[in-house]
């Protein structure tokens, strides 16, 4: 996936918006919160996604993925997707949508109201 192909899929996703920081990544938030990171790499995009705990588990030990730098020092289930093999396209953008949900669902009641998310 390109940094275009992953600017445009995540830009198709409910209520997100966009952001270059931290170095040049491209950051994707939903409500204020960011749900995929894409940067940090110097030969290919890598693509940093939440997880939830069943998958953080599963594609942390895949070729071409690990536990996110930094954030899963801290103890958050992030993915990096930073290598072939990695994962296709498809079961990226998977990905990222369930980080996007996973990061919508914790937003208040009220916050996901305004955005008009579903609150399931």
């Known amino acids: 996936m390109t940094y275009d192909e992953y600017n445009a ?3 198709s996703l409910p209520a997100t918006s966009h ?3 931290w170095g040049g990544s491209h950051v994707w ?3 204020g919160k960011v749900f ?4 940090w ?6 693509f940093t996604f939440k997880a939830s705990d069943i ?3 599963m594609l942390s ?3 071409g993925l690990r ?6 020092s801290r103890g958050l289930k992030w993915i990096q997707h930073y290598a072939e093999p990695g994962l296709s396209d498809a079961d990226l953008k998977s990905y990222l949508r369930q980080s996007h949900r996973l990061v919508a669902l914790g937003l208040s009641k009220r916050a996901r109201q305004k955005l008009g998310l579903d609150a399931g």
């Open 9 to 11: 899929f995540c830009a």
């Open 61 to 63: 030990h895949e070729p």
């Open 36 to 39: 995929a990171v894409a940067g």
């Open 29 to 31: 938030k939903v409500g």
């Open 41 to 46: 790499a110097n030969e290919a995009p890598a």
């Open 55 to 57: 998958a953080f588990e």
């Open 19 to 21: 952001v270059v920081q």
């Open 67 to 72: 536990p996110a730098p930094y954030l899963a």
